[in-house]
């Protein structure tokens, strides 16, 4: 019995020690986990910013001394010297969207606006133009006093590139962001010619995850727009400038630290040629369309904002001269960004009643867009695994809505388009309006 006792004592000791091995075992994958994870921001363990005077691109070895030849020291984190998306400016990285963006919800405001005026006939939805611009639907109040037209369209747009991001040191242009717009426009019909005036209020904002930045923008343009109808097709064109005013921050990789620059300010310019017609099959219309657009923000040099990290580490510099442990700021280059796009589309709207006109869009859109671009790295990591900007190439639009005449006075619309087959890229934009007829 003292033996089988033993035997029983050994295997429940057994069975304990794998239990503990077990959880040993767990713990460690978990920690581990949790160390990976927290890896796309690392640190530096000292707090140093990536600007600091002390801060090497050596392996970030800093010399206790404040020297690179100090005998001995500390490791403050690799992400300064290794990074390069991650060290640059979220304008950079998105500038080029966000042309994109202001230029198809300005421009596409006026041409589809040029688009309803100059099909629109005395029967078409009870005196109220009407088209789909491939960001949503215009509507207007057409032939107020002496001739004129007043004309409004919104627009509202969620988008993300979700190219991978996991580390700082390996690059991505990760962003996702929301931008809105708001164009009032007047114009006068002078025969078979259209001539008007579009003024147009613009706000975007955008979180860049490698920098775990965010750009903020918002201004205002004007543009003036002509178009003429030839019978079987109408020409338009249009020209515009104004000013947007960008806020932008970042983190610094060494202090973790905000890094920004606030109030900057950088003019407009656009211009746009485009053809389109309109046919007619029972309660069916079919409008093709072909539109160029031109869209340039300059933006001025500027100056990032770093803050003090508050570093404690103290020391003598070479030759008997004091340390001197201060950040710097960094001076951000003036730049261009643009966007041309050649845009092919066809809307079919059915005229189902007076009250309901449904309708379908689809559009290719060939962009020549200024792409992400990111700092060089102070020192190579020596891994292919960086990942390059998304190139911004063209995309397909499709979409659709509901235009409304609800009352002889009261007409609206509501109408969503999704972007597609753009490199990295979502996007969905809603349009709404309600619409008072004088």
């Not at 409004?152 to 991505?172: A, G, I």
């Not at 309708?359 to 891994?383: I, P, Q, R």
């Not at 995309?395 to 509501?414: D, E, P, T």
């Amino acid at each position: 019995m003292s033996i089988l006792k033993l035997l029983n004592n050994c295997l429940l000791m057994e069975n304990n020690m794998n239990f503990f091995r077990n959880i040993l075992v767990l713990s460690l994958l978990a920690l581990s986990a949790m160390v990976l994870n927290s890896r796309a921001y690392a640190y530096g363990d000292y707090g140093l910013s990536c600007t600091n005077d002390v801060y090497g691109v050596h392996l970030g070895y800093v010399g206790a001394a404040g020297t690179t030849t100090a005998n001995y020291g500390v490791y403050a984190g690799l992400d300064c010297a290794y990074s390069g998306g991650g060290r640059t400016n979220s304008s950079a990285i998105v500038g080029g969207d966000i042309t994109r963006m202001a230029a198809n919800a300005v421009i596409g405001a006026v041409t589809g606006r040029l688009s309803a005026a100059m099909n629109n006939n005395s029967d078409t939805a009870a005196h109220m133009s009407y088209s789909n611009n491939g960001s949503g639907i215009g509507m207007a109040a057409n032939h107020l006093v002496g001739g004129l037209s007043i004309w409004s369209n919104f627009s509202n747009s969620s988008f993300e590139n979700d190219q991978t991001f996991t580390s700082v040191q390996l690059d991505s242009n990760n962003y996702d962001g929301d931008a809105s717009a708001v164009t009032v426009g007047l114009d006068k019909r002078l025969g078979n010619m259209l001539i008007g005036l579009a003024y147009t209020t613009f706000d975007l904002d955008i979180d860049t995850a490698v920098n775990k930045g965010n750009i903020d923008a918002e201004g205002e343009t004007v543009g003036l727009y002509f178009g003429m109808n030839t019978g079987a097709l109408n020409i338009s064109a249009g020209a515009g400038q104004g000013e947007y005013e960008f806020n932008t921050e970042r983190m610094d990789l060494g202090s973790d630290l905000t890094i920004t620059a606030n109030d900057i300010t950088a003019d407009v310019t656009y211009f746009h040629v485009g053809l389109s017609g309109e046919i007619s099959r029972g309660k069916l219309s079919f409008s093709p369309r072909v539109n160029y657009r031109s869209f340039d923000i300059d933006m001025p040099a500027f100056t990032d904002i770093v803050p003090n990290d508050g570093n404690s580490i103290t020391g003598t510099g070479g030759s008997g001269q004091a340390a001197v442990f201060t950040t710097a700021d960094e001076a951000i280059a003036a730049k261009t960004f643009s966007s041309n796009m050649t845009e092919a589309g066809l809307s079919v709207a059915l005229s189902a009643t007076s009250k309901l006109v449904p309708f379908v869009d689809v559009a290719y859109v060939k962009e020549d867009t200024t792409s992400a671009a990111y700092n060089n790295e102070a020192l190579s990591d020596g891994t292919a695994a960086d990942l390059g900007a998304s190139a911004p190439d063209g995309y397909v639009a499709y979409g659709g809505g509901i235009m409304l005449n609800l009352q002889s006075r009261l007409n609206g619309y509501i109408s969503v388009q999704e972007v597609t087959n753009r490199d990295d890229y979502n996007e969905t934009t809603v349009s709404g309006s309600l619409k008072l007829r004088f």
